[in-house]
């Protein structure tokens, strides 16, 4: 190859899309998304987790989280805001960046996990290319699939590594069947996903009354 092509090639693959074009592309991929319920089993590091989990998703409420021991608890922003067991269990997953469909939302979930998404070059995710939204160097980063737009990975300091793999169409919606949260030690919890559908809710499915209805959680 002559230094011209080779110096070509050089700047082909150098060029990365910008990370608020990225944004963009996600919010429009998700603009009509809505209101899910994802069944899902669940193998956890702590012994007393329980065997399988519902998490009703929504895109602009957050979520809340039942288990098969009673325990029941509302996360919204990244933060559990009540809970039949505070603080929240490690296995507790916030799957929020997963639903997030409007570019200023995405924003500002990347600028509180300290995510410069301006900030942006490709790695390889499996078997496919990816952005990084924050660049392999940053101690926060966001991985998003390249051709579906996928979310497949979020490290931010302090916290559990989360990786979302094995995407496939549940009727349709698209969304991943393992999900894994992990730190040095390994995996912390994984959440295999049995099914995921269409949901109801509103406002007032996300009241603290939701959990305080679950009454006392089973021991295992």
Same mark, same amino acid.
């Given at each position: 190859?002559s230094?011209?092509l080779?110096?070509?090639a050089a700047a082909?693959l150098?060029y990365?899309t910008?990370g ?5 592309m996600?919010a ?8 899910l ?6 193998t ?11 998490i ?12 098969d021991q009673?325990g029941?608890w ?10 039949t067991k505070l603080?929240a269990p ?8 997963? +639903? =997030?469909r409007?570019?200023?939302e995405l *924003?500002g979930?990347?600028a509180? #996990?300290?995510? %410069?998404f301006q900030?942006n ?5 499996g078997?496919d ?6 660049t392999?160097?940053?101690p926060?980063q966001?991985?998003i699939e390249k051709? +579906? =737009?996928?979310l497949?990975?979020?490290? *931010?300091p302090?916290q559990p590594? #989360?990786?979302? %793999?094995q995407?496939q169409?549940?009727?349709?919606v ?7 949260l992990?730190d040095?030690?390994g995996?912390?919890?994984?959440f295999?996903v049995d099914s995921?559908s ?11 009354s939701w959990?305080q209805a679950?009454?006392p959680?089973k021991?295992?």
């Amino acid at each position: 190859m002559s230094a011209r092509l080779a110096a070509l090639a050089a700047a082909l693959l150098a060029y990365v899309t910008p990370g608020d074009r990225v944004l963009g592309m996600l919010a429009d991929a998700r603009a009509k998304g809505s209101p899910l319920r994802i069944e899902a089993s669940l193998t956890a590091r702590e012994s007393s987790a329980p065997a399988h989990l519902v998490i009703e998703l929504h895109p602009d409420l957050g979520e809340r989280v039942s288990d098969d021991q009673g325990g029941r608890w509302l996360v919204s922003g990244g933060r559990t805001t009540a809970g039949t067991k505070l603080p929240a269990p490690p296995w507790l997953p916030d799957l929020a960046p997963l +639903a =997030l469909r409007r570019e200023s939302e995405l *924003r500002g979930w990347l600028a509180a #996990a300290g995510v %410069d998404f301006q900030q942006n070059e490709l790695a390889r995710c499996g078997d496919d290319d990816c952005w990084v939204l924050g660049t392999r160097q940053s101690p926060s980063q966001l991985w998003i699939e390249k051709s +579906a =737009l996928d979310l497949r990975r979020i490290v *931010r300091p302090k916290q559990p590594r #989360a990786s979302f %793999d094995q995407w496939q169409e549940f009727g349709k919606v698209r969304f991943p069947t393992k999900i894994e949260l992990a730190d040095d030690s390994g995996a912390i919890a994984t959440f295999h996903v049995d099914s995921v559908s269409a949901a109801s809710l509103a406002a007032s499915d996300f009241a603290p009354s939701w959990v305080q209805a679950a009454g006392p959680a089973k021991s295992r």
